[in-house]
């Protein structure tokens, strides 16, 4: 069966991890028939931005490049100047890249997207447009159950909770603690195993404390500052 083929990829979110997460499923999913894979890579405002001409040999190109083409383009929004964003929208215009059926371009932003013309545009034509915010309460919770069940571990409420509030929404840095905690135990995990296999930021202790208080379960309240 052929693929399903989206010219225009919008991935963005302040949650990083979930984004990139994302990204790299998408990347492998087109990159199986091998096209020509272009990486643009706006992350570091020290370096110089690709020049506007490169880009545009590349999205105009049909016969240096046998096949399809795959561009990636990392950080466009927040990392250039309004000049760059208007003069690089003016070349997908000229190109009619959302046309195109030789080409697919991901656009990647691993923040918020600043508004612009050029975001509006790519907004608008964007055949995929997946968005990840950052998680919190219920939604976090959910998360994090699903990914228990990829490391096969089964976390108690206790222990999802102080997880959940130690980190906050950094989904980062919960994947990595639940992928720690696979390699110790699989199975069920208790607040008592989870606090002796993590280093969790003191801080979160107060959140336990307050969700025990507004409860109304006092002694599982106070047994938190027998230390």
């Known amino acids: 069966m052929s693929?399903?083929?989206?010219?225009?990829?919008?991935?963005?979110?302040?949650?990083?991890?979930?984004?990139?997460?994302?990204?790299?499923?998408?990347?492998?999913?087109?990159?199986k028939d091998a096209p020509a894979f272009f990486d643009y890579d706006f992350s570091d405002k020290a370096k110089i931005p690709p020049d506007l001409s490169v880009l545009n040999d590349v999205l105009k190109s049909k016969?240096?490049?046998?096949?399809?083409?795959?561009?990636?383009?990392k950080n466009i929004f927040k990392n250039t100047n309004i000049q760059f964003r208007n003069d690089f929208l003016k070349i997908l215009k000229a190109q009619k890249v959302e046309l195109a059926k030789d080409l697919m371009i991901i656009f990647y932003e691993n923040d918020k997207i600043l508004s612009s013309s050029l975001q509006k545009w790519v907004k608008q034509k964007a055949k995929g447009d997946k968005e990840?915010?950052?998680?919190?309460?219920?939604?976090?919770?959910?998360?994090?159950?699903?990914?228990?069940?990829?490391?096969?571990?089964?976390?108690?409420?206790?222990?999802?909770?102080?997880?959940?509030?130690?980190?906050?929404?950094?989904?980062?840095?919960?994947?990595?603690?639940?992928?720690?905690?696979?390699?110790?135990?699989?199975?069920?995990?208790?607040?008592?195993?989870?606090?002796?296999?993590?280093?969790?930021?003191?801080?979160?202790?107060?959140?336990?404390?307050?969700d025990y208080l507004i409860s109304g379960n006092d002694?599982?309240?106070?047994?938190?500052l027998e230390v």
Not at 17 to 26: A, I
Not at 63 to 73: E, K, N, Q, V, Y
Not at 172 to 195: F, M, N, P, Q, V
């Open 132 to 210: 990840f915010p950052l998680l919190k309460s219920g939604k976090l919770t959910k998360w994090i159950t699903e990914q228990e069940q990829e490391f096969e571990l089964r976390l108690s409420p206790e222990a999802r909770q102080l997880l959940a509030n130690s980190f906050f929404s950094d989904t980062g840095s919960i994947y990595h603690a639940l992928k720690k905690l696979s390699l110790i135990k699989k199975g069920l995990i208790d607040r008592k195993l989870l606090e002796e296999s993590l280093f969790l930021p003191a801080s979160s202790t107060i959140f336990i404390f307050l």
């Open 63 to 73: 016969t240096l490049f046998s096949g399809s083409r795959l561009i990636l383009i």
């Open 219 to 224: 002694k599982q309240a106070f047994s938190l």
């Open 3 to 31: 693929k399903r083929i989206i010219m225009l990829y919008l991935i963005h979110g302040e949650d990083s991890f979930r984004s990139w997460q994302y990204l790299l499923k998408v990347k492998e999913f087109y990159q």
